[in-house]
């Protein structure tokens, strides 16, 4: 019964949130051409392209509620998150439907509208959460959305498992009894403790909505047979899934055919919204970078040709996404030499093989300029582990923990462990900590987030040489 309540509650949250972008479209058209506070100039509104806007504006914000998991019933439970996560989620929003009002100049919006839109759907998320979790509390507080369960297990593993239940927003529940198995010592509990078969006799059956298992996981292979023994009591029966340390079962298991899996190395790459958002993200940005440093592109390309001999460009085998070989593009800094040497080498920071030029440009990261085609071609991302060569990918695999790791993601231009200051000659390690932070807490904002830190510190790094 608890769960078809949260059942209900989950779908009405989901829908109420999804339908945002309709509400507040419907309010902004009032208050800009309905409601006599501004003026309207005398042509008439072309309410199809405001109708194709609507329809755009739907889509990339039922991507953004996913990637932000908006519509979880959990992140209620923490109001600031839950504020972040809007608050995020509406900016997105407001600059991707900006963004694309400004490239498709078959029709003209009005930027009030546009204005007033975004801000509606901010505060009309804000004000569904806080509803919703008002309501949650207010079920709470008359019990009907408590759930009276026992747990099948009396050691303390068990009640660890009763306290999260008893402060669970998801599905609260008030503890009425523990059933005490075999191998488990007697213990004094806070509430009443029975004997497992004891519970065939109907006169000693407590009421209960839920029974919940929790033993360790040395008893897991128990579980069955515990359930089939209560399924007299026609209560829904759980399991506490305790997976080990640093596992979570959280979106992580599926069913493939008559074959349960667990994810236990996967990678953000693998959500559809993560794909959309991050390669949208990786174009529109590259294809900008690349047009407003053209002209500073040039003169480098000039001054690489007057002061050394050979290419402007370097080229060089790197490794990316899932272990796959590309070439990656810099401007060239050093003077042309043994090319397997170059694979081979770290560069130092008096390295006599660097160019006058050269110097300048690795000391203020200008010579990464061309890897923003690389972004365009899909090799690499803006942000992400960089690329590392092929012969230190192998060394590394061998000598840093879960190194091969950091290949689950694109690799980038710019990353959260060089911004950290974990480049050039530093601790492969600690890069390799940072880079799998990045992976565990990707989100746009965080990308973002990055890029700034990478303006803001990444002239003259004293990594850099």
Same mark, same amino acid.
């Given at each position: $019964?608890?769960?078809?309540?949260?059942?209900?509650?989950?779908?009405?949250?989901?829908?109420?949130?999804?339908?945002?972008?309709?509400?507040?479209?419907?309010?902004?058209?009032?208050?800009?051409?309905?409601?006599?506070?501004?003026?309207?100039?005398?042509?008439?509104?072309?309410?199809?392209?405001?109708?194709?806007?609507?329809?755009?504006?739907?889509?990339?914000?039922?991507?953004?509620?996913?990637? @932000?998991?908006?519509? !979880?019933?959990? /992140?209620?439970?923490?109001?600031?998150?839950?504020?972040?996560?809007?608050?995020?989620?509406?900016?997105?929003?407001?600059?991707?439907?900006?963004?694309?009002?400004?490239?498709?100049?078959?029709?003209?919006?009005?930027?009030?509208?546009?204005?007033?839109?975004?801000?509606?759907?901010? &505060?009309?998320?804000?004000?569904?959460?806080?509803?919703?979790? &008002?309501? /949650?509390?207010?079920?709470?507080?008359?019990?009907? $959305? @408590?759930?009276?369960?026992?747990?099948?297990?009396?050691?303390?593993?068990?009640?660890?498992?009763?306290?999260?239940?008893?402060? +669970?927003?998801?599905?609260?529940?008030?503890?009425?009894?523990?059933?005490?198995?075999?191998?488990?010592?007697?213990?004094?509990?806070?509430?009443?403790?029975?004997?497992?078969?004891?519970?065939?006799?109907?006169?000693?059956?407590?009421?209960?909505?839920?029974?919940?298992?929790?033993?360790?996981?040395?008893?897991?292979?128990?579980?069955?047979?515990?359930?089939?023994?209560?399924?007299?009591?026609?209560?829904?029966?759980?399991?506490?899934? =305790?997976?080990?340390?640093?596992?979570?079962?959280?979106?992580?298991?599926?069913?493939?055919?008559?074959?349960?899996?667990?994810?236990?190395?996967?990678?953000? !790459?693998?959500?559809?919204? @993560?794909?959309?958002?991050?390669?949208?993200? =990786?174009?529109?940005? +590259?294809?900008?970078?690349?047009?407003?440093?053209?002209?500073?592109?040039?003169?480098?390309?000039?001054?690489?040709? /007057?002061?050394?001999?050979?290419?402007?460009?370097?080229?060089?085998?790197?490794?990316?996404?899932?272990?796959?070989?590309?070439?990656?593009?810099?401007?060239?800094? $050093?003077?042309?030499?043994?090319?397997?040497?170059?694979?081979?080498?770290?560069?130092?920071?008096?390295?006599?093989?660097?160019?006058?030029?050269?110097?300048?440009?690795?000391?203020?990261?200008? =010579?990464?300029?061309?890897?923003?085609?690389?972004?365009?071609?899909? =090799?690499?991302? &803006?942000?992400?582990?960089?690329?590392?060569?092929?012969?230190?990918?192998?060394?590394?695999?061998?000598? &840093?923990?879960? @190194?091969?790791?950091?290949?689950?993601?694109?690799?980038?231009?710019?990353?959260?462990?060089?911004?950290?200051?974990?480049?050039?000659?530093?601790?492969?390690?600690?890069?390799?900590?940072?880079?799998?932070?990045?992976?565990?807490?990707?989100?746009?904002?965080?990308?973002?987030?990055?890029?700034?830190?990478?303006?803001?510190?990444?002239?003259?790094?004293?990594?850099?040489?």
């Amino acid at each position: $019964m608890i769960r078809r309540r949260l059942n209900y509650i989950d779908f009405s949250l989901r829908l109420a949130i999804l339908l945002l972008p309709l509400v507040a479209s419907s309010f902004a058209a009032f208050l800009r051409f309905q409601a006599g506070l501004f003026p309207v100039l005398d042509q008439a509104i072309a309410y199809a392209d405001y109708f194709g806007l609507l329809l755009f504006t739907t889509i990339i914000w039922a991507i953004i509620v996913e990637h @932000y998991d908006l519509t !979880s019933v959990e /992140l209620l439970g923490d109001p600031p998150a839950a504020t972040k996560r809007a608050l995020l989620a509406c900016l997105l929003a407001y600059v991707t439907v900006t963004g694309a009002t400004f490239f498709y100049r078959a029709a003209s919006f009005s930027r009030l509208f546009v204005v007033f839109s975004a801000l509606a759907m901010l &505060v009309l998320t804000i004000g569904i959460q806080q509803g919703f979790r &008002v309501l /949650l509390r207010r079920l709470h507080r008359k019990g009907r $959305m @408590y759930s009276r369960i026992l747990i099948v297990g009396a050691d303390e593993y068990a009640e660890r498992a009763a306290q999260s239940l008893l402060n +669970s927003l998801v599905m609260p529940s008030s503890v009425i009894g523990y059933v005490r198995l075999s191998w488990q010592p007697e213990v004094a509990r806070s509430a009443t403790v029975l004997e497992l078969d004891s519970l065939t006799n109907p006169a000693l059956r407590p009421e209960v909505d839920d029974i919940v298992i929790a033993v360790p996981p040395a008893h897991m292979a128990e579980v069955h047979d515990i359930a089939a023994r209560l399924e007299s009591l026609c209560v829904p029966i759980r399991a506490v899934l =305790d997976l080990g340390a640093g596992i979570t079962a959280r979106d992580a298991i599926f069913q493939a055919g008559e074959v349960t899996l667990l994810d236990l190395r996967t990678s953000p !790459s693998e959500s559809i919204s @993560y794909f959309i958002l991050k390669r949208s993200f =990786d174009v529109a940005f +590259s294809f900008l970078a690349i047009v407003l440093t053209f002209p500073a592109m040039l003169v480098i390309a000039a001054l690489i040709k /007057l002061t050394s001999p050979g290419p402007v460009l370097f080229a060089q085998e790197r490794v990316g996404l899932n272990g796959r070989l590309f070439r990656m593009y810099k401007f060239r800094t $050093m003077h042309v030499g043994d090319p397997d040497e170059s694979q081979t080498r770290w560069t130092t920071e008096e390295d006599p093989r660097r160019t006058r030029t050269g110097k300048i440009l690795r000391q203020t990261n200008l =010579d990464e300029l061309p890897q923003f085609f690389n972004v365009l071609k899909g =090799d690499m991302s &803006v942000v992400g582990p960089r690329p590392e060569r092929p012969f230190f990918v192998k060394k590394f695999l061998n000598e &840093v923990v879960q @190194y091969n790791t950091r290949h689950y993601l694109k690799v980038g231009v710019t990353g959260w462990a060089q911004v950290n200051g974990w480049r050039g000659d530093t601790s492969i390690s600690k890069r390799v900590e940072y880079d799998l932070q990045y992976l565990r807490n990707w989100s746009l904002g965080l990308d973002l987030k990055i890029i700034w830190l990478t303006v803001w510190r990444g002239f003259f790094d004293k990594n850099a040489y």
